[in-house]
């Protein structure tokens, strides 16, 4: 955000939704999630080729939900991959320079610009090869091979949106934050996701105000951004600490 606004291109909407909007509810969604899909799955980062990677199971199954719950679209069956409308539509050429400048100071990563946009057209040619499937035949193929992929989130046949039903916590059974076991709560997916996106709502109104203003501060930005990591959901300084 402190890069967009010294290149004085925060006035941009296609800038100020995607840092506000994209980033800010992407991270603020993994934050609310993420300790009830680790409760289900045990691991975030898979830990071994021979370890099934339910968590992105999980998230793969919650995608499918929502959209055929919220949006009446079966991933299945419907076209998903032509919403993707990103890589027919040139952005602002401001955006990746902020991206690859960020991504660089950041994370050290080269050229991030160009490698999220190649991202994002690999995506949809993803889901088109591999996740649309009207016929069913993708799903009796890639279920044939599951022993040998061991659910890897690029083969994983787990699409049913019926499936995500056991992961939902309907019920409201009492569940642990995976860091933190002193942490106890009781909410379903659907509450939390509900939650998240009224916090992503809350901050992206603040942020929104903030980018038209001149002298933005690091220190302001940090009083609005709240310190929850996207995993645990716990504040980052202490995440060490807990485990």
């Known amino acids: 955000m402190l890069e967009a606004a010294n290149r004085n291109v925060l006035t941009k ?7 506000g909007v994209g980033y800010i509810s992407h991270h603020i969604l993994d934050s609310y999630l993420h300790p009830l899909i680790i409760h289900y799955s045990g ?12 968590h992105g ?17 079966d991933c299945q069956t419907y076209p998903v991959y032509q919403n993707f409308h990103f890589s027919e539509t040139h952005l602002d050429l401001d955006l990746f320079q902020i991206l690859t400048n ?15 946009e190649c991202a994002m057209l690999q995506m949809k040619r993803f889901i088109r090869i591999l996740k649309y499937d009207p016929s ?13 992929t061991k659910g890897s989130a690029s083969f994983s046949y ?3 949106a019926d499936d995500m039903e056991e992961y939902l916590n309907c019920n409201h059974q009492q569940w642990k934050n995976p860091k933190c076991q002193e942490l106890i709560c009781s909410k379903s997916m659907l509450e939390l996701y509900h939650e998240a996106l009224q916090t992503s709502a809350e901050i ?40």
């Open 102 to 116: 960020t991504l660089y100071s950041v994370y050290g990563i080269v050229d991030g610009g160009r490698k999220f």
């Open 43 to 54: 691991d975030h980062v898979r830990e071994s080729r021979h370890t099934t990677w339910k």
């Open 204 to 243: 992206t109104a603040k942020l929104d105000r903030l980018c038209v203003q001149e002298n933005i501060t690091r220190e302001t930005v940090y009083s609005i951004v709240p310190n929850r990591s996207s995993t645990y959901a716990l504040p980052c300084k202490e995440i060490t600490l807990k485990i």
């Open 13 to 19: 909407e296609t800038v100020r939704l995607f840092i």
């Open 158 to 160: 787990h699409v049913r």
């Open 136 to 148: 069913g035949f993708k799903r009796m193929f890639f279920n044939s091979l599951d022993f040998l």
């Open 57 to 73: 199971i999980i998230e793969n199954l919650l995608d499918a939900y929502l959209m055929r719950h919220f949006e009446s679209i």
